[in-house]
C-alpha cells in the first residue's frame, strides 16, 4: 500500500512544546500499522465448512444446511450464500436429523415436506407427527397447520375443539393465517366445544400437546 509522506517540524519547535522525549513517543504511536490482510473466504469453504458442523451433529448446521439445499441459499451462522445446487434429498436427511435432536424449525420444515408431498411422497400422518412436535414447542407456523389438519381430519381424527385451540395458541404470537381460520371455525363451533378450545388453550404448556 502507498503510503502518505511524514511531515516532520524542527527538533527544536518539538521540543519547545512537548519535549522532546514525549515527541519520540508521538512518533512511534503517529506511525501507520501495517495492513491486515483477512483472507477471504469462498462460497464453497463457507459450505464446506457448515457440511463439517453438521456431520458432527450440530443441530443448527444441519437445518441451516438442509435449508440452503432446499432453497439454493441460506444463511450460513456466518454469512449468506446464493446459487447454490438445490439437493432435496440431501436437504430431507439434514432436516430429519435435526429434527430428530429437537429443533423446531427442522421438525417444521421435515413435517411439511410430508404435508405437501415435496421430494417425498405425501404423508398426512407423518407429517401430523412431526408438525405436532414442533407446536408443542410454540412454533407458531407449526400450531396452525396443526390445527388445520384437526379441522380438515388429515393426519388425525378431526377435532373442532382441539382445532380452535390450536389455532388460538398461533394466533397469540401474531399469525395471521390462524387469527383469519380460528375467526371463521369460531362461527361453526358449538357452545360446548368453543368452551373445551378454550379451556385446552388456557391450559396449554410449552413442551404439550393437546
Known amino acids: 500500500m502507498k503510503m502518505l509522506p511524514l511531515i516532520f517540524f524542527s527538533t527544536a519547535f518539538i521540543c519547545g512544546l512537548t519535549g522532546c522525549s514525549e515527541q519520540a513517543n508521538a512518533n512511534k504511536t503517529d506511525a501507520a500499522a501495517p495492513p491486515y490482510n483477512m483472507k477471504e473466504v469462498s462460497q ?44 432435496n434429498d440431501r436437504a430431507h436427511d439434514l432436516y430429519q436429523k435435526a429434527a430428530i435432536q429437537g429443533h423446531s424449525d427442522a421438525q417444521f420444515n421435515f413435517g ?13 400422518e407423518t407429517a401430523f407427527l412431526w408438525l405436532q412436535k414442533a407446536a ?29 385451540a390450536w389455532l388460538a395458541l398461533a394466533a397469540s404470537q401474531g399469525n395471521e393465517k390462524a387469527k383469519r381460520h380460528y375467526i371463521e371455525l369460531d362461527a361453526k363451533l358449538t357452545p360446548e366445544q368453543r368452551a373445551e378450545g378454550q379451556q385446552l388453550a388456557a391450559g396449554w404448556k410449552k413442551g404439550s400437546v393437546i
Open 44 to 87: 464453497e469453504e463457507h459450505l464446506a465448512k457448515l457440511q463439517i458442523k453438521a456431520d458432527s451433529g450440530n443441530a443448527e448446521a444441519q437445518f441451516n444446511l438442509g435449508q440452503i439445499f432446499m432453497h439454493g441459499e441460506g444463511y450460513t451462522g456466518v454469512t449468506y450464500l446464493r446459487d447454490v445446487p438445490k439437493d
Open 112 to 124: 411439511m415436506l410430508y404435508k405437501l408431498g415435496l421430494g417425498v411422497n405425501a404423508n398426512a
Open 136 to 164: 408443542a414447542q410454540g412454533n407458531s407456523n407449526a400450531q396452525y397447520h396443526i390445527g388445520m389438519m384437526y379441522d380438515e381430519g388429515a393426519g388425525t381424527k378431526p377435532n373442532l375443539s382441539r382445532s380452535s
